[in-house]
């Protein structure tokens, strides 16, 4: 059973600065996806499984980088320059099949975190 445990989560205002961590049991291919209140889930970024490659959502391009520690199992989402519209539930995800680099949510997901991004 694959196990993740997200945290970084809080309350920033524009244009600061947040980072989220996700720490998994294994090593998979990893990523980022949110919902806002009313809304549905969004992709917003992913990583191989060797760190080699990542795709972003257009949305979060040049503000977001997604990076791991394959040492720790760890994925880590460092989000920049932070809107308003970037409020939502991060939610990270494993993809032991991969297709997440696509964009296409794998099969495992961890708690969600909060992140509140004050105008």
């Known amino acids: 059973q694959v196990q993740l445990v997200e945290s970084g989560g809080g309350l920033v205002q524009a244009g600061g600065s947040l980072r989220l961590s996700c720490a998994a049991s294994g090593r998979y291919a990893m990523g980022w996806f949110r919902q806002a209140l009313g809304k549905e889930r969004e992709f917003v970024a992913a990583?191989?499984?060797?760190?080699?490659?990542?795709k972003y959502a257009e949305s979060v391009k040049g503000r977001f980088t997604i990076s791991r520690d394959n040492a720790k199992n760890t994925v880590y989402l460092q989000m920049n320059n932070l809107k308003p519209e970037d409020t939502a539930v991060y939610y990270c995800?494993?993809?032991?099949?991969?297709?997440?680099?696509?964009?296409?949510?794998?099969?495992?997901w961890g708690q969600g975190t909060q992140v509140t991004v004050s105008a």
């Open positions: 990583i191989t499984r060797s760190g080699a490659s990542t």
């Open positions: 995800n494993a993809d032991p099949i991969g297709t997440v680099i696509g964009g296409t949510a794998g099969a495992y």
